[in-house]
């Protein structure tokens, strides 16, 4: 008898420590604590046992865990490894749309095709980027997502490509940089990639108030009339409501002036958090740096 109930309870424990899977869990791992690895392996464990409706969920977020551990070992990884490790990224987006269409799985599967073209060189990012552009704006349109994360790959893919052999388009780019800062969560306002990326795009791009100003109120009458989202949010900087990170309107500041307000904005804003982790310092750091050589040429 006492044998059995022992049996019993062994089997009752090990049901209670068998692997589970919870996307809240899954999330916090990824964008609080940054334990991509810990989380990998816990969704392959769930995936093992997983329902039907759960399988989606568990493999868009292996290819989000394959392609960010991936990219933190980039550096150590010759090309053909870059090219292997960021194609079971892909893999893994495929299996989740083969279980259902959904627009997460999406835009890993872009961001995957995205880093194996950068892997392999000039030409074929170029060769890849339509590609990409096709998934990323299937996220935004067909279900009406508003992703902030899918904005900023658009963002850098306009601001990247060179609009004389390709799609590139500067002031479209800032537009999907504004957008992708404005439909931030509140979680990850914090987020200093996003903040730097459209201050280096403004400063690049050097308008001064006034051009900005006309710049503006056509871009106005251009959002107005488009209605496909991502055409719509071209045009979204002349469109857009007054920055949250301004305390001074839009249209008195030039690029280069509004690029400093946005880096010393973002770099408050992270100072409030409490969870500051490696990746976290050495990125405020550099926007850090990047602030001080703005201010010195401004």
Known sequence: MKRTLTLLFLALLSLSLSASFDAKE?????????????DQKLLEEALKSASEDEKYEILWRLSRDQLTITDHRADGLS??????????????????????????AYHWKASAIGRIGQANGPMNSLKKAKPMRSLVEKVQ?????????SWYVL?????????????????????????????????????????????NQLWDR??????????????KKDYEKESLPTE???YYEGAMEQPFYLDTPILKL????????ILEY??????????????????????QKRLSEMRDKL
């Open 26 to 38: 899954s999330d916090y791992r990824f964008y609080i604590t940054a334990s991509y690895a810990e």
């Open 232 to 234: 719509k949010m071209k």
């Open 254 to 261: 030039s690029d280069r002036e509004e690029a400093v307000r």
């Open 155 to 199: 963002g850098l893919l306009y601001n990247q490509l060179p609009g004389s052999i390709s799609f590139g388009d500067k002031d479209a780019a800032i537009s999907y940089m504004r957008r992708c800062l404005d439909t931030q969560d509140n979680e990850n306002r914090s987020n200093l990639t996003n903040y730097l990326e459209l201050a």
């Open 141 to 149: 349109n067909d279900y009406a997502a508003d992703r902030s994360d």
């Open 266 to 287: 973002g770099l408050a804003n992270y100072e409030k958090r409490s969870n500051k982790l490696e990746d976290d310092r050495k990125l405020a750091a550099e926007c």
């Open 79 to 104: 090309k053909d490894e870059k090219i292997a490790e960021y194609s079971k990224s892909e893999e893994l987006a495929d299996q989740a749309l083969s279980v259902k269409e959904g627009p997460d």
């Open 206 to 219: 050097d308008d001064s108030a006034k051009k900005r100003a006309k710049a503006f109120e056509k871009m």
